[in-house]
């Protein structure tokens, strides 16, 4: 099976796995774990925003370049921090584990970035530290538009909003340090010839 092909997989099954745990938790009633946090909105949000990147990708090159692949890796990569959030959720990891929402905040930003990454990694002139530099900073940017998220979707009306200001910087530094990581691991990798030819395969 070709690399290209298991990566859409990958991508299909974990927007599979996500939607699943989305639907339990908005539909099934009295599981404490999933209380409050407003699932009925992430059953419609998550999907959408795992699908922006294959669907902006496929609207911009289908004029540019109409027989460039779609980079399953980082479609793959962008949709795993989704899964993650939720499974904790399933698990109730955000309310057993006092670090787990921090490691998430971090993991999943250097999970994210890396996704954005491989795709302007295909343009071979965003390379080292501007490649670096770029992954970064759009993982700045969607570290700040989850917490605007996350601040309109339960915590103005819920009982997080005394805590609400530390926890949201908190959240934000890690959500860049996790986009840093992502974008240093990026772009090292990318230095080795065979890195760069798996780049463009998929």
């Known amino acids: 099976m070709r690399s290209g092909s298991k990566w859409r997989i990958a991508a299909a099954l974990l927007l599979a796995a996500t939607v699943a745990q989305l639907a339990v938790a908005t539909f099934v009633p009295n599981l404490e774990q999933f209380a409050g946090k407003a699932f009925l909105s992430r059953l419609i949000a998550y999907p959408v925003m795992m699908l922006i990147a294959p669907t902006a990708w496929w609207l911009v090159t289908r004029r540019r370049s109409p027989s460039s692949a779609m980079p399953w890796a980082a479609v793959a990569l962008i949709m795993v921090p989704f899964l993650i959030d939720v499974t904790g959720n399933t698990l109730d990891l955000y309310d057993t ?88 691991i990026l772009a090292w990798t990318l230095r080795t010839p065979r890195a760069r030819t798996t780049s463009t395969a998929i």
Request: cysteine-free; aromatic content about 14%; overall charge negative.
């Open 97 to 184: 584990v006092w670090w787990w929402d921090d490691a998430n905040h971090f993991v999943n930003w250097a999970f994210l970035s890396a996704g954005v990454g491989v795709m302007i990694a295909r343009d071979q002139r965003a390379r080292g530290w501007l490649l670096v530099l770029a992954v970064t900073g759009v993982g700045a940017i969607m570290a700040i538009l989850w917490e605007i998220g996350e601040y309109y979707a339960f915590i103005r009306g819920g009982t997080e909003l005394a805590g609400a200001y530390t926890d949201t910087l908190g959240d934000e530094v890690l959500g860049t340090l996790g986009g840093l990581v992502g974008a240093l």
